[in-house]
């Protein structure tokens, strides 16, 4: 746990909001995540779920949580089933958690060790009357390989063919969507560590820089501040910016090029997502100038337009309509090409292709009901972005939102991303 202790009030609520949601006489079941093989004898760093985490607080493999709202016998109303600590665990893996510790970071009050889980689980299962399993079904997961949850659930089946089985999924997509005041605050968090990895950038890019000295840079700031890469980097220069996934980051950043920089910290699981379009010596061409203002202007009037009520489709539709005016203004399209414009065939696809945001937190791209309006508490990127591989360079600029009742909050409102504002400081660290 690189993160500072979290209050433990955070997943006790979070557990009572899923309870609210059961029906009478419910048993739910969640899983650590498996800790994954590379090759040979080596693994992966674990993994937290983050379904567990969001209703625990706990990052150690092989956990169990176990909630019976409804059991006649109180203990088991609310069980964390944990690895033992044992020596040999101490000395080959390092400390696991106490059933004290477990507690402390849980706020759950029965601890059993993981042995235990097959004669409670069997207890429990003869009681309840609907048993919620929870599986990864998040809208664009690959799901090729079997999850430590999915052999669960197989496994349940099997040994109890009779009871009837609901999917927990629904719920906490439901939940997690909606952000407390804490969780919030975990977000800021790794927002704020984003924000000093990239204004090291802007005095460390140069031409004749490589993209993975760029990406060590930022590795060096996430770290030392308690974080990590949220995802994989995209340190994209001239023409590899048009490449939406590209992140080889292995090309020399030349004078003349943008460098595009899909990056950000994530803090105690919680995630930011930032991109930003820096010119490589500083200064922006005219052409990329109004290239780049174009796509502040959609981000901008994008970020004004999420509000409570308004469908995620909606809004992507209204950022397009934005977007076509502009590329109208750049002379990439015609008013020919505008007229055409339908949902399905938006007139500037070839220029703007991708989604205009997602909703964060525990996930990069966090799960949220698919069918419905923005609520209050919903965090979501706004991402815009123009691609002109013909003359080899791409401006993609996002930041993070907190959406409210009273309208929308820029999380990274503190992060440089006026074109003037960049060049100042790129300007200011070379005198």
Same mark, same amino acid.
């Given at each position: 746990?690189?993160?500072?202790?979290?209050?433990?009030?955070?997943?006790?609520?979070?557990?009572?909001?899923?309870?609210?949601?059961?029906?009478?006489?419910?048993?739910?079941?969640?899983?650590?995540?498996?800790?994954?093989?590379?090759?040979?004898?080596?693994?992966?760093?674990?993994?937290?779920?983050?379904?567990?985490?969001?209703?625990?607080?706990?990052?150690?493999?092989?956990?169990?949580?176990?909630?019976?709202?409804?059991?006649?016998?109180?203990?088991?109303?609310?069980?964390?089933?944990?690895?033992?600590?044992?020596?040999?665990?101490?000395?080959?893996?390092?400390?696991?958690?106490?059933?004290?510790?477990?507690?402390?970071?849980?706020?759950?009050?029965?601890?059993?060790?993981?042995?235990?889980?097959?004669?409670?689980?069997?207890?429990?299962?003869?009681?309840?009357?609907?048993?919620?399993?929870?599986?990864?079904?998040?809208?664009?997961?690959?799901?090729?390989?079997?999850?430590?949850?999915?052999?669960?659930?197989?496994?349940?089946?099997?040994?109890?063919?009779?009871?009837?089985?609901?999917?927990?999924?629904?719920?906490?997509?439901?939940?997690?969507?909606?952000?407390?005041?804490?969780?919030?605050?975990?977000?800021?968090?790794?927002?704020?560590?984003?924000?000093?990895?990239?204004?090291?950038?802007?005095?460390?890019?140069?031409?004749?820089?490589?993209?993975?000295?760029?990406?060590?840079?930022?590795?060096?700031?996430?770290?030392?501040?308690?974080?990590?890469?949220?995802?994989?980097?995209?340190?994209?220069?001239?023409?590899?910016?048009?490449?939406?996934?590209?992140?080889?980051?292995?090309?020399?950043?030349?004078?003349?090029?943008?460098? #595009?920089?899909?990056?950000?910290?994530?803090?105690?699981?919680?995630?930011? +997502? $930032?991109?930003?379009? &820096? %010119? !490589?010596?500083?200064?922006?061409?005219?052409?990329?100038?109004?290239?780049?203002?174009?796509?502040?202007?959609?981000?901008?009037?994008?970020?004004?337009?999420?509000?409570?009520?308004?469908?995620?489709?909606?809004?992507?539709?209204?950022?397009?309509?934005?977007?076509?005016?502009?590329?109208?203004?750049?002379?990439?399209?015609?008013?020919?090409?505008?007229?055409?414009?339908?949902?399905?065939?938006?007139?500037?696809?070839?220029?703007?292709?991708?989604?205009?945001?997602?909703?964060?937190?525990?996930?990069?791209?966090?799960?949220?009901?698919?069918?419905?309006?923005?609520?209050?508490?919903?965090?979501?990127?706004?991402?815009?972005?123009?691609?002109?591989?013909?003359?080899?360079?791409?401006?993609? #600029?996002?930041?993070?939102?907190?959406?409210?009742?009273?309208?929308?909050? +820029? $999380?990274?409102?503190? &992060? %440089? !991303?006026?074109?003037?504002?960049?060049?100042?400081?790129?300007?200011?660290?070379?005198?």
């Amino acid at each position: 746990m690189r993160h500072q202790p979290i209050d433990s009030s955070l997943f006790v609520e979070n557990r009572a909001r899923l309870k609210r949601l059961l029906p009478p006489n419910s048993l739910v079941i969640v899983h650590a995540n498996d800790v994954l093989p590379t090759n040979a004898d080596g693994s992966f760093k674990n993994f937290p779920s983050t379904d567990l985490f969001y209703l625990t607080g706990v990052e150690q493999e092989e956990s169990i949580l176990l909630l019976f709202p409804d059991s006649p016998e109180p203990t088991q109303r609310e069980i964390l089933f944990v690895r033992e600590p044992i020596e040999i665990l101490e000395i080959w893996e390092g400390h696991k958690l106490t059933k004290a510790e477990a507690t402390e970071a849980s706020g759950v009050t029965t601890i059993k060790w993981i042995g235990d889980f097959p004669n409670i689980l069997r207890n429990c299962m003869l009681t309840a009357e609907q048993i919620f399993l929870n599986q990864n079904e998040h809208r664009r997961a690959a799901a090729v390989v079997q999850t430590r949850d999915d052999r669960f659930v197989a496994e349940c089946q099997k040994q109890f063919p009779l009871h009837t089985y609901r999917r927990l999924a629904p719920l906490l997509h439901q939940l997690r969507a909606v952000k407390s005041d804490a969780e919030v605050e975990l977000i800021r968090r790794a927002c704020g560590i984003t924000k000093g990895g990239f204004e090291r950038l802007l005095g460390f890019v140069k031409p004749g820089v490589y993209e993975h000295e760029v990406e060590a840079e930022l590795s060096h700031e996430f770290i030392r501040n308690r974080g990590a890469f949220a995802y994989t980097p995209i340190i994209a220069s001239g023409k590899n910016a048009c490449g939406l996934h590209y992140v080889q980051n292995d090309q020399i950043c030349n004078d003349g090029d943008l460098l #595009l920089l899909d990056v950000a910290s994530n803090y105690a699981n919680y995630n930011s +997502d $930032l991109t930003r379009t &820096i %010119p !490589v010596n500083g200064r922006f061409t005219p052409r990329q100038r109004d290239v780049y203002d174009a796509v502040l202007r959609v981000m901008r009037a994008s970020i004004a337009g999420a509000v409570v009520g308004k469908m995620h489709r909606d809004w992507h539709h209204e950022s397009q309509l934005m977007m076509n005016e502009e590329l109208l203004k750049l002379g990439l399209l015609t008013k020919e090409d505008v007229a055409k414009h339908t949902r399905e065939e938006p007139a500037c696809k070839k220029y703007f292709m991708h989604g205009l945001g997602h909703s964060i937190g525990l996930d990069v791209h966090d799960v949220a009901p698919g069918n419905v309006p923005f609520a209050a508490g919903w965090v979501m990127t706004v991402e815009p972005g123009i691609y002109l591989p013909d003359e080899g360079f791409a401006v993609r #600029l996002e930041n993070d939102i907190l959406i409210t009742e009273d309208g929308s909050v +820029d $999380l990274m409102a503190d &992060i %440089p !991303v006026e074109a003037d504002e960049i060049e100042a400081m790129m300007a200011a660290s070379r005198k």
